[in-house]
């Protein structure tokens, strides 16, 4: 059997620039995670200019009272792995790694804040994400909370070039200020597949005994066909 622990980081970052008063439909872009096998790990798109790996190009300059849904499709592109485990669980963003790919000149010239853990937190807090494995919901609160996905949340298992799909649902206040205008907070999303070979497969209904119990079990059967015979034996003596 081939196993392995592959884990990758993922930002779901959220930038809002708030114009109180009106409303408009956003358009979500297409987000993908691809596991590209045991030394490649994964790989993240479309990516922007926060960072390479983030998922959420649709969760950008967003307004007071959107809906705002994206689907994030997962697939097994492994070609060492015939299919694997798939998991997913949130982590407190590190303070040490505040939009690394997003330098300060630059979010100063938009106008963006310098955030902090604790700011991005606060800023977070005001919103409301769902994530749904299919029909199931495996998160429902504001994003600086990682609640049921602090532990890995089995996502399924997928052969070699399938895929599942995490639908992400944000919702944002109506009555959010300008106090959050230009705001960005970022979320810190980790994946975990466990790699398998065909050989590690248990076909379903087949015994997968180990030989100890083989051999043992073959003993018990000569034993009880010898006693048979003896008793037979001590019978017709009889």
Same mark, same amino acid.
């Given at each position: 059997? $081939?196993?392995?622990?592959?884990?990758? %980081?993922?930002?779901? /970052?959220?930038?809002?620039?708030? &114009? +109180?008063?009106? !409303?408009?439909t956003a358009f979500a872009a297409e987000s993908s995670v691809t596991f590209q096998g045991k030394k490649?790990?994964?790989?993240?798109?479309?990516?922007?200019?926060?960072?390479?790996?983030?998922?959420?190009?649709?969760?950008?300059?967003?307004?007071?009272?959107?809906?705002?849904?994206?689907?994030?499709?997962?697939?097994?592109?492994?070609?060492?792995?015939?299919?694997?485990?798939?998991?997913?669980?949130?982590?407190?963003?590190?303070?040490?790694?505040?939009?690394?790919?997003?330098?300060?000149?630059?979010?100063?010239?938009?106008?963006?804040?310098?955030?902090?853990?604790?700011? $991005?937190?606060?800023?977070?807090?005001? %919103?409301?994400?769902? /994530?749904?494995?299919?029909?199931? &919901? +495996?998160?429902? !609160?504001?994003?600086?909370?990682?609640?049921?996905?602090?532990?890995?949340?089995?996502?399924?298992?997928?052969?070699?070039?399938?895929?599942?799909?995490?639908?992400?649902?944000?919702?944002?206040?109506?009555?959010?200020?300008?106090?959050?205008?230009?705001?960005?907070?970022?979320?810190?999303?980790v994946f975990h597949a466990d790699c398998y070979t065909e050989d590690s497969l248990i076909q379903t209904?087949?015994?997968?005994?180990?030989?100890?119990?083989?051999?043992?079990?073959?003993?018990?059967?000569?034993?009880?066909?010898?006693?048979?015979?003896?008793?037979?034996?001590?019978?017709?003596?009889?």
């Amino acid at each position: 059997m $081939m196993k392995q622990m592959i884990k990758r %980081l993922s930002a779901l /970052v959220l930038s809002m620039l708030l &114009v +109180i008063g009106l !409303s408009a439909t956003a358009f979500a872009a297409e987000s993908s995670v691809t596991f590209q096998g045991k030394k490649k790990g994964f790989g993240f798109g479309p990516g922007t200019d926060y960072h390479t790996t983030d998922l959420f190009n649709g969760f950008k300059n967003v307004m007071p009272g959107d809906e705002l849904t994206e689907t994030v499709t997962i697939k097994n592109s492994a070609k060492d792995c015939d299919y694997i485990k798939l998991y997913l669980r949130a982590e407190p963003h590190d303070a040490e790694d505040n939009t690394p790919e997003y330098n300060r000149d630059t979010a100063k010239a938009e106008g963006k804040k310098n955030e902090s853990v604790a700011t $991005m937190d606060e800023f977070l807090s005001q %919103l409301n994400m769902t /994530v749904y494995n299919g029909d199931k &919901v +495996i998160y429902q !609160s504001s994003p600086d909370k990682t609640g049921k996905l602090t532990e890995n949340v089995y996502l399924g298992q997928l052969k070699r070039n399938k895929s599942v799909e995490l639908k992400v649902v944000l919702d944002v206040p109506d009555d959010l200020g300008n106090a959050y205008a230009n705001r960005v907070g970022e979320v810190d999303w980790v994946f975990h597949a466990d790699c398998y070979t065909e050989d590690s497969l248990i076909q379903t209904g087949q015994l997968n005994w180990p030989i100890p119990v083989l051999c043992g079990l073959g003993i018990l059967l000569i034993a009880v066909g010898l006693f048979v015979i003896l008793r037979k034996r001590r019978e017709n003596r009889a």
